[in-house]
């Protein structure tokens, strides 16, 4: 079955940067589109960047300039690379594709911005 598993989230502070990782298993990778969502306490997971199977990326307002997403097909895995990060940049973090008809989600990494 499909497995999203997200890793490299923790505390930093204001201005600092942080590098997230998802490691995909049971799905052709190379294939999808991949894309880092993020959830704040009390409201609905909001879309942060993608990248599609070809490489080009899209990325939310508020982060363009900051994150960048990447991906290794040869690992299977996708990348965001946050910099200088914001107080509100604070949420747990989620890596989604949409497999076999249904959306994919890991576990979560939670990152945290704080002085």
């Known amino acids: 079955q499909v497995q999203l598993v997200e890793s490299g989230g923790g505390l930093v502070q204001p201005g600092g940067s942080l590098s997230l990782s998802c490691a995909a298993s049971?799905?052709?990778?190379?294939?999808?589109?991949m894309g880092w969502y993020r959830q704040f306490p009390g409201n609905q997971r909001e879309w942060v960047a993608d990248?599609?199977?070809?490489?080009?990326?899209n990325y939310t307002d508020s982060v363009k300039g900051r994150f960048t997403i990447s991906r290794d097909n040869a690992k299977n895995t996708v990348y965001l690379q946050m910099n200088s990060l914001k107080f509100e940049d604070t949420a747990v973090y989620y890596c989604?594709?949409?497999?076999?008809?249904?959306?994919?989600w890991g576990q979560g990494t939670q990152v945290t911005v704080s002085s």
């Open positions: 989604g594709s949409y497999v076999g008809g249904k959306n994919r």
């Open positions: 049971g799905m052709i990778f190379r294939l999808y589109s």
């Open positions: 990248i599609s199977s070809g490489g080009s990326t």
